[in-house]
């Protein structure tokens, strides 16, 4: 049964592997973070461009770092084949895939968020910063899928979660703006959407999951939090909820994590 719309809160105790993309800093860290106390998850594969501090303190016989893999490239795609293949040519399997890895626009070292969010009005966006968020924030989680598809189909019960935003409903877009997150986030919805139906043959759930509002350093260096902001420990609780409550039956769900305050739907 493939239908969408339907909530489940039951956590599956099977011990499984994660990998989370994006997972040097802010929300994909703290997913790390919060999964190496889940006593279901055996194994943690942190994905990033380039590790941190912060990250490398995590590293455990339960955490795995692999640096070198952007997302918005193809070169990830052969690193990611080998990294995640055994001695004798065998697919590690993966359990649950967490795309997070993600930015609002090309590294231009913006002063404060409302420079940032400045750069995508229709007066400032250039096909370049369109292109740059369409590249990593909606070929990237395809791009991995794609890659990782034979580890998911060598475990039982597999997801497939894409890191979304309530930017990328169209229904609720009544501010305008944000020209290239907007567009790269209604895609990758959409991305997600067809993955779904594409993979319930497979038995591979999907969910598209709006972290919230979230003070994470996605602004970028020195910016500070902003009214309205939440801070990354409570966020990332309600992503790993929303992420337990899709299954089968509600795969291909657009959700809001909240928080850790209870998993909601949202409208596309």
Aim: aromatic share 6%.
């Amino acid at each position: 049964n493939c239908s969408p719309f339907i909530i489940h809160t039951s956590v599956t105790m099977a011990p499984k592997s994660v990998v989370v993309t994006g997972a040097n800093r802010g929300l994909g860290l703290e997913i790390v973070r919060q999964l190496c106390h889940d006593s279901a998850v055996s194994k943690i594969y942190a994905l990033c461009r380039k590790s941190s501090d912060k990250l490398n303190e995590l590293a455990s016989n339960k955490i795995s770092i692999i640096p070198n893999i952007d997302v918005s490239s193809d070169d990830c795609v052969p690193i990611l084949q080998t990294t995640f293949m055994t001695k004798d040519a065998q697919p590690i399997p993966i359990h649950t895939l967490i795309q997070n890895a993600g930015a609002y626009g090309p590294p231009e070292s913006f002063p404060s968020s409302t420079e940032m969010y400045a750069s995508q009005t229709l007066d400032n966006i250039t096909m370049d910063r369109m292109r740059f968020a369409f590249e990593l924030n909606t070929l990237g989680p395809l791009r991995v899928t794609k890659a990782l598809l034979p580890n998911l189909q060598a475990d039982t019960g597999g997801k497939v979660i894409i890191i979304s935003s309530l930017m990328g409903s169209i229904a609720d877009n009544d501010s305008g703006g944000h020209y290239g997150y907007r567009a790269a986030k209604s895609a990758v919805n959409q991305v997600g959407k067809s993955l779904s139906v594409d993979l319930c043959p497979r038995k591979i759930a999907v969910g598209l999951v709006h972290p919230g509002y979230v003070f994470t350093g996605f602004q970028g260096e020195g910016v500070e939090k902003q009214p309205g902001q939440h801070d990354v420990e409570p966020s990332a609780k309600g992503v790993l909820e929303a992420i337990e409550s899709i299954s089968m039956e509600n795969t291909g769900s657009f959700l809001h994590g909240n928080y850790g305050e209870g998993v909601k739907p949202l409208a596309w």
